[in-house]
């Protein structure tokens, strides 16, 4: 991940945002057919993972040995059924349930908190500065995979132990991004005029230095979520993060695994689910990211 990432530069020319700027990135946002497509796709399996209790489907968890790992179509089972005879389809909906939540909530949580150390030690600067970035750094000096498996495997196996390594993990890059922004905005003419009126430092950050730093912070958060359900996948994958017999993503790929000789095209399915929103979220954030460009 990547400390200044490109969403920095779509506000290289800080000034207080309008109405008129807002309506411009939704108008250029409604241009970008890839964004369109993506955001599509998006809410289609969002609003399936959150439906999924009142459509119909099969119970994710009866199991059946006669029915194991049969293939697509059978019996009505459109998508085959998993290595205990459970409905493939149905197990991909409801796993969706949970792979979207270890990779939304960790995200916001760390917004909210990295967002408020770096707008922090950004605005105060010197030994503030200095004393929340080292802090920062701390945590920011290893690699994420490997953090975020380091403290699910102190914490335990656990939905609850997942959200608070992911979080932790995500909120330094943020803090950096929301600092880096906030120094910046911080020599603006509109915030040195703030501060001559007399205007306190809290109501100066509400009032204007949020509002520029809002926009960079939320477009690179946007693009963590990917890496939020990638990295909750693969700690369920290796036993560290939600327990059998939850629905979810990465658990599903660790028990199908054995059976990708036997019938791939079951066992590639969680997969194939995990890539395909991951990706999604990813080009949704980029193109956010062009859309906030005021040169685009």
Same mark, same amino acid.
């Given at each position: 991940m990547s400390a200044l990432p490109q969403a920095i530069t779509a506000h290289a020319g800080f000034r207080r945002p %309008?109405? #008129?700027?807002?309506? #411009?990135v939704g108008r250029r946002l409604s241009r970008d057919p890839v964004a369109i497509g993506c955001a599509l796709v998006l809410l289609v399996i969002v609003a399936l993972a959150i439906a999924a209790p009142w459509i119909g489907l099969d119970d994710p968890y009866k199991m059946s040995m006669?029915?194991? &790992?049969k293939p697509p179509g059978y019996q009505g089972h459109l998508l085959g059924t998993d290595e205990l005879g459970r409905d493939m389809l149905s197990r991909l909906i409801h796993g969706g349930r949970l792979s979207l939540f270890t990779g939304f909530v960790p995200v916001v949580l760390a917004t909210l908190t990295g967002g408020a150390l770096g707008i922090a030690a950004g605005y105060a600067g010197g030994r503030w500065n200095m004393v929340i970035m080292r802090l920062v750094d701390v945590f920011y000096a290893f690699p994420s995979v490997l953090l975020a498996v380091a403290i699910s495997g102190a914490l335990g196996a656990g939905l609850t132990n997942s959200i608070v390594s992911l979080t932790l993990v995500f909120i330094p890059p943020i803090a950096r991004i929301a600092e880096s922004? %906030? /120094?910046?905005?911080?020599?603006q003419d509109f915030v040195e005029a703030a501060r001559a /009126?007399? $205007? *306190? #430092?809290?109501r100066v950050v509400r009032g204007h230095v949020? *509002? !520029?730093? +809002?926009?960079? +912070? &939320?477009?690179? $958060? @946007? @693009?963590?979520i990917s890496v939020g359900i990638v990295i909750a996948s693969g700690l369920s994958f290796l036993g560290l993060g939600v327990s059998p017999p939850n629905a979810e993503w990465g658990l599903m790929l660790n028990t199908l695994r054995q059976a990708?000789?036997? *019938?791939? &095209? !079951?066992a590639i399915l969680p997969g194939i689910m995990i890539f395909v929103t991951s990706m999604c979220f990813n080009l949704m954030s980029d193109g956010l990211r062009g859309a906030m460009d005021v040169k685009a």
């Open positions: %309008t109405r #008129g700027y807002w309506h #411009g006669i029915r194991r &790992l922004v %906030t /120094t910046q905005v911080r020599e /009126t007399g $205007a *306190s #430092g809290l949020l *509002s !520029n730093v +809002i926009g960079p +912070i &939320l477009v690179y $958060a @946007s @693009s963590l990708i000789y036997v *019938s791939p &095209l !079951n």
